[in-house]
């Protein structure tokens, strides 16, 4: 009787053990460090996002008030969405920096993320204007746009072009 008690004991105290194992710890317990996140860089410079992607959209969508040039089809209006994105995604895209000298110093500035912020606001109020097709709306986003534009200039771009990044397509 004295074995079999024994052996009732050893398996109820191997199973406690395993079970202690696998329960969470007590909230008392010292939490794991968090992973740190790897920061994310663009592969290209800002002066490319600048030029190749930003001023592209960004002269897509001032075009629209040139005469003869407002959306009228659903097709246009998905074109003028397309580059409404693009503004908009872009203030955040420009806010990661790159491969540009200038890049980490700009990224740091209070005054870029600002000006990015603005960037990321004119476009969602162009896609805000595509989604009921108000066109008086779109030309208060596109000089929304504008300003965002000047501001940042102003402050970080003063003389265009820079790196050598110019248009090869007409605006």
Do not use: Y
Not at 83 to 109: F, K, R
Request: a negative charge.
């Amino acid at each position: 009787m004295k074995h079999r008690s024994s052996a009732v004991g050893f398996a109820l105290g191997l199973a406690a053990f395993l079970l202690a194992g696998c329960s969470t710890p007590p909230a008392e317990a010292p939490a794991a460090p968090a992973a740190v996140m790897p920061a994310v860089h663009s592969p290209v410079s800002i002066n490319a996002e600048m030029v190749r992607l930003v001023d592209h959209a960004a002269h897509q969508l001032w075009a629209v008030e040139k005469e003869g040039m407002a959306p009228k089809t659903d097709a246009d209006w998905e074109n003028v969405e397309e580059h409404a994105t693009q503004i908009a995604a872009a203030g955040a895209l420009v806010t990661m920096g790159g491969t540009g000298p200038n890049d980490l110093v700009w990224i740091e500035s209070p005054g870029w993320k600002t000006s990015a912020k603005a960037m990321s606001d004119a476009g969602m109020a162009a896609l805000k204007a595509t989604e009921s097709k108000n066109m008086e709306a779109l030309v208060a986003a596109n000089g929304q746009l504008v300003e965002a534009c000047e501001a940042c200039h102003k402050e970080f771009k003063p003389d265009l072009p820079s790196e050598g990044i110019v248009h090869v397509h007409e605006h």
